[in-house]
């Protein structure tokens, strides 16, 4: 098996040396100029575009102009899969702007570089089926298995509609966090240190993702209006105890 990674930015590099730890054969491309990862190969666009399983490892504002440019180049053996952090619009684009023949899977690593730091192994990844499941889907499963992941299998909506409140929630309060100008201190609790890691896992991210997971998942307005309703009883009952101090 071939894996090809599109994509060598913060995420890509470190999802596509990930990825090599297993059996298959890692190839990569990218716009801009990156070493290699450990166990992958730097080729060619149009062989990274025709390898078994394709990747992209992009920015989820920038995926939907990516397949208008590359799509023809694809090579129609190739099955093709998304890692953004959101899913209705990729697997949407995926079916508008690759040919019908090419076989499609959204999918969702939830880690990064910060979360998986110590090991990949436990950690989530969401598949959400575009084409018919057959083989090839299977293929690739067994492989994300046999790299110790935990694999869930959902809908592109059911995806969206649980990362809203736990993903979206959580990098919108770590920005919040960070806008606080929230500093380590000697007195802290394990509470403040957890809040602290959630700081420094949602920052070292672009800021373009913490957009781009707000802007493009059909929920997360919804989660914000639903965090801002919370903010305001707790601020409105706090009010209330001070007047009758």
């Not at 979360?115 to 067994?142: F, Q, T």
């Not at 995806?159 to 770590?174: I, K, L, P």
């Not at 380590?184 to 949602?202: C, F, N, R």
């Not at 373009?208 to 801002?228: G, I, V, W």
């Amino acid at each position: 098996m071939t894996i090809g990674v599109y994509g060598l930015g913060r995420f890509g590099s470190f999802f596509a040396g990930e990825l090599a730890k297993g059996n298959a054969r890692v190839i990569a491309s990218s716009r801009s100029s990156h070493e290699a990862p450990e166990g992958v190969e730097i080729r060619p666009l149009e062989e990274v575009l025709n390898a078994d399983y394709l990747f992209f490892a992009v920015t989820i504002s920038s995926f939907e102009k990516v397949l208008e440019k590359l799509g023809g180049m694809i090579g129609r053996h190739t099955v093709v899969l998304d890692t953004c952090s959101v899913k209705t619009y990729p697997a949407k684009w995926m079916e508008k702007h690759l040919d019908k023949d090419i076989y499609k899977i959204a999918t969702h690593p939830m880690f990064g570089p910060d979360s998986g730091r110590n090991g990949i192994e436990g950690l989530p990844l969401v598949m959400c089926p575009v084409s018919r499941i057959d083989e090839r889907y299977n293929a690739i499963k067994e492989y994300f298995l046999s790299l110790k992941l935990n694999v869930l299998e959902m809908t592109e909506r059911q995806h969206d509609a649980e990362a809203a409140y736990s993903q979206g929630v959580t990098h919108f309060v770590g920005r919040v966090l960070s806008e606080m100008g929230l500093k380590p201190t000697e007195i802290a609790t394990e509470g403040y240190k957890s809040l602290m890691t959630i700081v420094d896992q949602t920052c070292n991210d672009p800021l373009q993702l913490f957009y781009d997971l707000q802007r493009f998942n059909p929920y997360a307005k919804e989660m914000r209006l639903t965090l801002q309703v919370a903010v305001e009883k707790i601020l409105n009952r706090l009010a209330e105890e001070e007047e009758r101090s």
